[in-house]
């Protein structure tokens, strides 16, 4: 058995991250590279995931390099998978970290605003895990990891599609650990709380708004990004190997509160 701190090392394992160019996607790409990961940096713009992995390589932390697509799109995603195939023969963890929101009540929302959501937040993740999935069969071994959210477990006015889309991803992860477990792959969520990024800057810039989530939160503060790496280092490593479809949440006890 291999010393503990060992086994949460992911030297040699090729990990795709999603969304990766800013915000959970490019906190959890520098933790897999700090961790020894080869990570592979998914966004839709070139200019921001070049800068995401120079930020990474001076870090000095593990290997990064950057494939460019949208994660909605299936002709960019099928060149995506391929051409990470063609370079590395293999795919050890995917995280599938993208994530759109439209915060507006469900009568002012488009239908093609809805099916937007739903296409990018849900039919993304799933053609995004099918990809990997046929990277990782003939190896039998791999590691799903979507990034969900509280919501679903809890909810708010003027979310429902996105947080239709994220149960809908917390189903799919369970439905995975199912069916590819014993083909050496697991499949688990992290659902995250309320962390500090761009989407969340019109609530972060609004005083009683920004202390209502703190007050939500029995740690008394939002997430900063950072914080979020660990739960992804820890699913994606060895250390996680029994770890099989589970929801890890990462939301400063926010859930647990009456
Ligand atoms: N922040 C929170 O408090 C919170 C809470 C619960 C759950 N989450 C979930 O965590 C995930 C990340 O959230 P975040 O706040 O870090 O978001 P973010 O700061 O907006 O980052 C989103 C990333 O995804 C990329 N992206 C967006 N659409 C894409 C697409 N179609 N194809 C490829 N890349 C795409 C963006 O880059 P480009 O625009 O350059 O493509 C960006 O790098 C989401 O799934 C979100 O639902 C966040």
Excluded: C
Aim: aromatic fraction near 6%; charged fraction near 20%.
């Amino acid at each position: 058995m291999l010393p503990m701190l060992a086994r949460f090392a992911l030297t040699d394992r090729v990990a795709l991250v999603t969304g990766a160019a800013r915000g959970l996607g490019f906190a959890i790409a520098e933790g897999l590279a700090g961790a020894g990961a080869l990570v592979v940096l998914n966004g839709r713009d070139q200019a921001s995931l070049d800068e995401a992995a120079r930020r990474i390589a001076a870090t000095g932390a593990g290997a990064v390099e950057t494939e460019r697509f949208d994660v909605a799109d299936s002709a960019e995603r099928s060149r995506g998978f391929a051409a990470i195939a063609e370079r590395h023969g293999r795919l050890d963890v995917l995280v599938n970290t993208v994530g759109q929101r439209n915060r507006k009540p469900l009568l002012d929302l488009a239908e093609d605003e809805i099916r937007t959501l739903i296409e990018t937040d849900l039919t993304a993740g799933i053609m995004l895990s099918r990809e990997a999935v046929r990277l990782m069969l003939p190896r039998r071994s791999g590691r799903l990891i979507a990034v969900t959210s509280i919501a679903g477990a809890v909810a708010r006015p003027a979310d429902s599609v996105y947080t239709a889309a994220k149960a809908g991803l917390t189903g799919m992860v369970r439905a995975l650990a199912a069916e590819y477990g014993k083909h050496g792959i697991t499949s688990n969520a992290i659902a995250p709380g309320f962390f500090a990024t761009e989407p969340n800057s019109a609530l972060l810039a609004d005083p009683a708004i920004r202390s209502y989530f703190e007050g939500r939160t029995p740690i008394g503060r939002w997430g900063r990004p950072d914080e979020i790496a660990g739960a992804a280092v820890f699913l994606a490593s060895d250390a996680a190997s029994y770890v099989n479809g589970h929801v890890l949440t990462v939301d400063g006890g926010a859930t647990i509160l009456m």
